[in-house]
């Protein structure tokens, strides 16, 4: 990855996440500014990116943030390899990876991933590694897998979140989207649509203002500080 900023920040930490999808990234863009005043810097152009890949970089005082969305878990492998070089250097600290539950099996889900790395899941572990100097580094590494313990993704916590406080309305949006006939499901008969549908409906009942605003304006709606909030992603606080 080359980058004019990264270059002029020598005294500084990097923390690397890679995520999924871009609602991943807008929702934990909205984390870092909620929780620890982070601001966007600016999209940082990597080498050889898939179709949906984006990276993006944001900074509170010593610490840099890079948020990778890798366009999909089948990328993982080749997005960590992309940034390797930022990785090895000795300003990279952190690697986080956030991971839909779409098996809970938490195994499988590591073993998926091809890093060819012993591989944690839900918990801080250190993995060495070699840098640019060839000398051994160790990472800290956090494999996330959310939500924890059942099947779903980031919307799955989402409308968790909501429906401690708007539990009708939940309700009511779950409902529609799981009775749609045949005809009128077409375009969400994959189980991440579902979701993503169902989380849509929520949003667009609770503020029909924001029906059409940016992802990141939606997400607002959400308490960022509720419990289903802090028990998938409190882990970040170490290092942000």
Do not use: H
Request: proline share 2%; net charge negative.
């Amino acid at each position: 990855m080359m980058n004019n900023y990264l270059d002029r920040k020598k005294d500084i930490e990097n923390t690397i996440i890679f995520v999924e999808g871009i609602s991943d990234l807008a929702f934990l863009s909205l984390l870092l500014k909620r929780w620890n005043n982070y601001e966007y810097v600016e999209d940082l152009k990597v080498l050889k990116p898939r179709k949906g890949m984006k990276c993006t970089l944001y900074n509170a005082k010593s610490n840099n943030i890079i948020i990778f969305s890798v366009g999909g878990v089948e990328n993982f492998n080749y997005a960590y390899n992309l940034l390797k070089p930022q990785i090895n250097s000795s300003s990279t600290k952190n690697v986080v990876m956030i991971i839909d539950n779409d098996l809970n099996d938490e195994e499988k889900i590591l073993n998926n991933l091809n890093l060819n790395m012993n591989l944690q899941a839900n918990k801080w572990f250190v993995s060495k590694i070699i840098d640019d100097y060839e000398e051994e580094k160790e990472l800290n590494m956090y494999i996330k897998i959310i939500p924890e313990g059942k099947i779903g993704a980031l919307e799955t916590v989402l409308i968790d979140a909501v429906r401690k406080t708007e539990e009708d309305i939940t309700l009511s949006a779950v409902n529609y989207i799981d009775n749609l006939n045949d005809i009128e499901s077409k375009y969400i008969s994959k189980k991440r649509l579902n979701l993503k549908a169902k989380t849509g409906v929520i949003f667009n009942l609770l503020s029909p203002d924001k029906t059409f605003d940016a992802l990141q304006k939606k997400f607002e709606l959400i308490n960022i500080d509720d419990e289903s909030i802090i028990d998938n992603f409190g882990f970040l606080k170490k290092v942000i």
